[in-house]
């Protein structure tokens, strides 16, 4: 049996807490419906306070609660602080300091942070004992918890980090304390709490700011218009700090003026055949093939970013570490294709990339979509939240990559969307709603065998409901033909 991740005593150093008993913690939690069985919980004060669920994460199973007041009627030990959340930023700093020897990784940026970190966690535990921010994980609570969730023997860790408002990216980076920083891609989101482009890309850039001091690189995107903005701002917080670039143009690319390069990671080559997307690196010299279960020429530069980032500052074989990232998969939501059954017969394709949406995300999605061989191409499209007083425009400038997706129609959802109607009503069918809701009944009506459906949209939009229906509808199709007794295919969906 190995270690506990965490003991009463570390527990008790790292926040000053009292304990009121001895105990040992598998792990750590924030939230009764995930936690499992020996975890310690963590009550933390949000849209609900955490100490109301006190008693029932005891009864699922948490080892003791982090709390900062007697709560009557728990069952088992508590640790008692004056603050729950600087105590669980003191254990992932406790964490951190603990881990001292686990090369850390930190990626932000507007587009591709997820799908980065995706990448990098799945070459990082092929290469040793690895990790990573599950889900989306994050804002203010989310970092410190993914370092308090790591291992003391942890060897390679990626942590996400993100952001709503200015200034929330600089301190989170300081928990991290990253030996490599990434940024992934500027584009138009959150305009309405940093007022432009220009503010978007210094407040990315703030993913420096708690770079190691030593031999810290940060990773940089070579093609991206914003980049000496991203430039400025890193010399800014770290003089001295080495940059590397990824992307396209190779040794033909006008970047001499960035002094203290270090390392590069270009895109030689990229093709797709059906759902697959095959991609030729030149990476700090190595020569290097990866195929991935993704199709867009966006997901070359993912490819591109995760494996520069992982030979910087690392023993890792870039050679293996280009084989264990093949057969990579997005995570739900962020364009994963699948095909579901159709009531009455046939079945259809549907790309869901519902998690969340900023004009360059949209475009890199309506591209990739074109792309796709099959059927007719459907679009579903949720509003882009955050884009400030640029919305009128962003939503209608996606007329053209709409059109050149080849959709033969679009349902669209929420007032930001009406502008796009307006500027495609002319040239192909349209249908808008208040809400994704409203859309629900309009898609199934309109899909036929072969069809390709693409679905994406701010989260908040909730394009991700109308996926999710659609595919218990295709569930509840399956369920009637096999009741029925007629010779139609069980099994609801397949990965494409």
């Known amino acids: 049996m190995g270690r506990p991740l965490w003991t009463s005593d570390e527990i008790a150093e790292a926040t000053g807490g009292r304990v009121t008993g001895a105990f040992e913690a598998k792990g750590v939690s924030i939230d009764t419906r995930s936690l499992e069985k020996g975890d310690l919980f963590i009550a933390l004060k949000d849209v609900r ?3 109301d669920f006190v008693p029932a994460a005891f009864g699922v199973g948490a080892s003791a609660a982090l709390v900062s007041r007697e709560v009557k009627g728990a069952p088992g030990p508590l640790i008692i602080v004056d603050d729950v959340m600087a ?74 980090i993100g952001m709503s408002t200015p200034g929330e990216i600089a301190p989170r980076s300081k928990m991290v304390a990253p030996h490599v920083s990434v940024i992934t891609k500027i584009a138009p989101a959150h305009l309405e709490g940093l007022g432009s482009i220009e ?85 700090l010299t190595c020569k290097l093939d990866v195929e991935i279960h993704a199709v867009g020429e966006h997901w070359a530069d993912n490819v591109a970013c995760a494996l520069l980032a992982v030979g910087l500052n690392s023993s890792i074989d870039l050679y293996k ?73 962003e939503h209608s400038a996606l007329s053209k990559p709409l059109i050149d997706s080849g959709a033969v129609a679009a349902f669209l959802a929420g007032r930001g969307m009406l502008p796009l109607q307006a500027s495609i009503e002319s040239q192909i069918e349209s249908h808008w709603a208040e809400k994704a809701d409203g859309l629900d009944e309009l898609v199934k009506n309109s899909l036929r065998d072969g069809d390709i459906l693409l679905i994406k949209g701010s989260n908040a939009s909730g394009m991700g409901r109308l996926a999710d229906r659609l595919r218990q509808w295709s569930k509840t199709a ?12 069980a099994g609801g969906r397949d990965a494409v």
């Open 199 to 283: 503010g978007v890309a210094r407040e990315k850039s703030d993913i420096a700011a708690g770079l190691i001091e030593s031999d810290g690189v940060v990773v940089l995107p070579a093609g991206d218009k914003l980049l000496p903005v991203l430039v400025e701002r890193v010399r800014e917080l770290k003089p001295n700090a080495a940059i590397a670039l990824f992307g396209r143009g190779g040794a033909s690319a006008d970047l001499d003026w960035i002094s203290n390069r270090d390392g590069w990671s270009w895109v030689e080559s990229y093709g797709s055949v059906g759902g697959m997307s095959h991609i030729a690196l030149d990476t």
């Open 321 to 393: 570490a280009a084989l264990d990232l093949s057969g990579y998969s997005p995570p739900a939501g962020r364009g994963t294709a699948e095909r579901l059954k159709l009531p009455g017969g046939g079945e259809f394709v549907l790309v869901d990339d519902a998690y969340n949406a900023n004009p360059e995300s949209m475009r890199a999605a309506l591209s990739s979509f074109a792309s796709r061989e099959g059927g007719r191409h459907l679009v579903a499209l949720g509003e882009m939240l955050e884009v400030g007083e640029t919305s009128q425009k």
């Open 87 to 160: 105590a669980l930023e003191a254990l992932g700093h406790y964490a951190r300091e603990r881990a001292k020897d686990a090369v850390r990784i930190a990626v932000t940026g507007s587009v591709g942070k997820t799908s980065v970190k995706e990448m990098i966690a799945r070459i990082h535990r092929g290469a040793g004992k690895a990790h990573w921010s599950v889900k989306s994980f994050n804002n203010h609570w989310g970092v410190p918890l993914t370092l308090a969730r790591m291992p003391a023997d942890t060897e390679y860790a990626v942590f996400e």
């Open 478 to 489: 399956d369920e009637q033909v096999m009741d029925s007794g007629s010779d139609g295919a």
């Open 49 to 51: 306070d955490g100490h």
